[in-house]
């Protein structure tokens, strides 16, 4: 009788087991799905194509008048990712909140992914001076993005127990930017050739665009066959927006270690998406390099943060989470400085330093989601995740702040780009002084052997 309940529970754990592993690969595949609109849109395609619509329906003094107000052409494509901002801003905390009070994340999720992968699917219409169009596409496009990401790193507290967060959510990321550089090297060959495939390039640049919104569709079925929602007792109704987040950020203030971490978080990061935004500046205004050399570039970034992610995952196995952050925030460190002393004109050097952004950054990023996750709640993973997103994406305005400030003040990309090493030193400072085995023990969850 004994021996058979033991073989019972044997086999419950190895069913148990099996069934963890098939929801983290189907957990990976989102990445997989939705990377891909960061690289090709964001990163590479939308910015110039939409700037170029806007310019041609602009008046004879550069400006287009969306809704009656007189904004810059060049001006429209920022404007449209900052509302974006403020859209998710309102809707990540309401959409994490009624997620975790009602237990049913994968249907927020399947319409927060196909809203997305719609809208940027429509970019194919893009053309001519369309460019409201474009705008409104962008907004609902980009926001979306926000809500799924929020909903999908939600998910990682329930997938992956203490011990295997690391290495989970460092595949995730490495399984995003394998996507990303895959198509990316799709869409250059086919926009370099455009000519040759008997497109235009406006036309090339439109399927690109289009093609990353139906990669986004097909493959974010995986993920939604393969999650399961865990249901909880239903709980009060959902808080608007704002005051959902106030609420969030209350209950943060009883776990002050946890808030101190998203403080360090929000610093460093910070740093981390402006040198990813303002390198290819430097690389074009300071360096004096073409087009074709920061695509590649940008290219090579995302092949190496594969690698990158993958290898930081080791290292915080065997030396934790924390102490593998601290280590990157120094070689973001090391890179900036090197960066300083670039020569112009050398895009081989330029190479270098965009190969040093590419280890570390999946890496830095991977740990950091992984590490939070040990802080949260149980039952408040898209709740708390929601503020995190909000700090990965709506609060990064510092650093470009200070980038543009510094050239202002100095006439040098090179003391700009220096500058934002402030970002990563004190976000250092800031994470070695939180407790994180004591942060995870307030936080009512158990404590790693290794973090």
Same mark, same amino acid.
């Given at each position: ?21 098939r ?9 997989w799905?939705?990377?891909?609109? !960061? ?23 550069? $400006? ?9 052409a ?24 009624a ?12 319409? /927060?992914? $196909? ?8 970019? #194919? @219409?893009l ?11 962008l ?56 000519d040759? @495939? ?10 690109? %665009? ?8 097909? #493959? ?33 203030? =009883? ?10 978080y ?40 594969? /690698?990158? /992610?993958?290898? %930081? ?6 030396y ?13 460190t ?6 300083? #002393?670039?020569?112009?004109?050398a895009?081989?050097? @330029? ?8 280890l ?12 939070? !996750? ?6 408040k ?11 990965? =994406? ?8 200070? #980038?543009?400030?510094?050239y ?14 402030? @970002? ?17 023990g ?5 404590v790693?052997?290794?973090?």
């Open positions: 009788m004994g021996t058979d309940t033991l073989r019972t529970g044997a086999a419950d754990g190895a069913d148990g087991a099996a069934e963890r592993r929801e983290q690969r189907g957990w990976y595949f989102y990445d799905a939705c990377s891909v609109y !960061s690289t090709s849109v964001l990163t590479v395609f939308l910015g110039p194509y939409l700037t170029s619509v806007a310019e041609s329906a602009a008046d004879t003094d550069g $400006y287009v008048h969306p809704l009656g107000i007189p904004v810059r060049g001006s429209f494509f920022a404007y449209s990712v900052s509302l974006s901002v403020i859209v998710a801003v309102l809707v990540m905390p309401l959409v994490g909140a997620a975790d009070r009602s237990g049913r994340k994968k249907p927020l999720l399947a319409a /927060a992914a $196909y809203t997305g992968a719609a809208a940027t699917t429509g970019m #194919f @219409f053309d001519g001076d369309r460019y409201l169009l474009g705008g409104l596409l907004v609902v496009a980009n926001a979306a993005q926000s809500v799924a990401m929020m909903l999908y790193n939600s998910y990682l507290p329930q997938i992956a127990p203490p011990e295997e967060r690391d290495a989970v959510s460092s595949r995730g990321w490495a399984f995003g930017y394998a996507a990303g550089s895959l198509v990316l090297v799709v869409n250059l060959v086919l926009y370099t050739g455009h040759s @495939f008997g497109l235009s390039e406006s036309a090339a640049v439109r399927i690109c %665009l289009a093609s990353a919104g139906l990669w986004w569709g097909a #493959f974010a079925l995986i993920p939604l066959r393969r999650l399961r929602d865990r249901r909880t007792a239903a709980r009060e109704a959902a808080l608007p927006g704002f005051r959902q987040l106030a609420a969030t950020v209350r209950d943060m203030r =009883r776990r002050p270690l946890t808030l101190a971490f998203l403080l360090a929000l610093v460093y990061n910070d740093g981390i998406q402006t040198v990813i935004s303002q390198a290819s500046v430097y690389g074009s205004e300071e360096l004096g390099l073409g087009q074709s050399t920061l695509i590649v570039a940008v290219l090579l970034v995302q092949v190496l943060a594969v /690698a990158g /992610a993958l290898a %930081l995952g080791r290292l915080a196995r065997r934790g989470a924390k102490r593998t952050i601290l280590g990157s925030l120094i070689a973001w090391v890179t900036l400085a090197a960066g300083y #002393f670039l020569p112009a004109g895009p081989v050097w @330029f190479f270098v330093l965009a190969a040093g952004i590419g570390v950054l999946g890496g830095s990023q991977a740990l950091s989601r992984s590490l939070f !996750s040990h802080l949260v709640p149980p039952g993973e898209a709740e708390y995740f929601s503020a995190y997103e909000l700090s990965d =994406r709506g609060m990064s305005w510092l650093g470009p702040l200070l #980038f543009g400030l510094t202002q003040l100095t006439g040098s990309y090179r003391d700009a780009i220096i500058s934002l090493v402030v @970002f990563f030193v004190i976000g250092f400072v800031l994470l070695a002084r939180v407790p994180v085995r004591r942060a995870i307030d936080a009512g969850n158990p790693p052997e290794r973090i």
